[in-house]
């Protein structure tokens, strides 16, 4: 099965910006097109802060930002803040067998 | 509100079966597809399964693939995860979590419930 490969751990200051990579071991990964990022928070369900590579679900703060660079997806963190310590994870699928896939997760720590 | 409710965890033993239900409300069920993700303690996440919201088609990761079977009720908003043969490598949170859209695997999950534990120890 697939998988999509993530920097296991990130960290900042606040105010500083984080970015975090996720990159596909397939080459049936549609383009990134439909890349998705969910935050995490311990013990918590996890929520979506970015689809579609770049979109923001309403009520995400404008802090967070999704974009390809060097063909592999990235999400950026911009202006740390505390409650930004979570367990950061990109979504995919694979083309050919239509499974849902999910990076390792990325643990950011705000310093 | 948008809300999804999962039940069903416990305690079981290798070899046995367990069944989770996820109730759902606060949007029309029958129209997104749904789906279960599931962590190990201290791991990441793990897409399990996928079920269409018409015509039922479904999909597994290949780890549970002819032991798990996911199906719906749409006329009781309601998701289920049948789990058979488990094994210990199956202990998990099981998250139930909505598509937003009809089908997969475009799209995301955009409602996620909080979970229900599932620990498969003799």
């Known amino acids: 099965q697939s998988a999509l490969t993530q920097p296991p751990s990130a960290s900042g200051s606040p105010g500083q910006s984080v970015t975090i990579s996720c990159t596909g071991t397939?080459?049936?990964?549609?383009?990134?097109?439909?890349v998705s990022w969910y935050q995490q928070h311990p013990g918590k369900a996890p929520k979506v802060i970015i689809y579609?590579?770049?979109k923001r679900p309403s009520g995400v703060p404008d802090r967070f930002s999704g974009s390809r660079s060097d063909n592999r997806p990235s999400l950026t963190v911009s202006g740390l803040q505390a409650e930004d310590e979570a367990d950061y994870y990109c979504?995919?699928?694979?083309?050919?067998?239509?499974?849902?896939?999910f990076g390792g997760g990325t643990r950011l720590t705000v310093l | 509100e948008v809300q999804l409710l999962e039940s069903g965890g416990g305690v079981v033993q290798p070899g046995g079966s367990l069944r989770l239900s996820c109730a759902a409300s606060?949007?029309?069920?029958?129209?997104?597809?749904m789906g279960w993700v599931r962590q190990a303690p201290g791991k990441g996440l793990e897409w399990v399964s996928v079920?269409?919201?018409?015509?039922?088609?479904?999909n597994y990761a290949d780890s549970v693939k002819g032991r798990f079977t996911i199906s719906r009720d749409s006329s009781k908003s309601t998701l289920f995860l049948q789990m058979n043969n488990l094994r210990a490598e199956d202990t998990a949170v099981y998250f139930c979590?909505?598509?937003?859209?009809?089908?997969?695997?475009?799209?995301?999950?955009?409602?996620w419930g909080q979970g229900t534990m599932v620990t498969v120890s003799s």
């Open positions: 979590a909505k598509r937003d859209v009809s089908g997969w695997p475009r799209g995301y999950f955009d409602v």
């Open positions: 606060g949007f029309t069920f029958s129209n997104y597809a």
């Open positions: 979504s995919s699928y694979t083309d050919s067998n239509r499974f849902i896939i």
């Open positions: 579609e590579l770049n």
């Open positions: 079920i269409s919201a018409y015509y039922d088609n479904t």
């Open positions: 397939s080459s049936d990964v549609d383009d990134y097109k439909f």
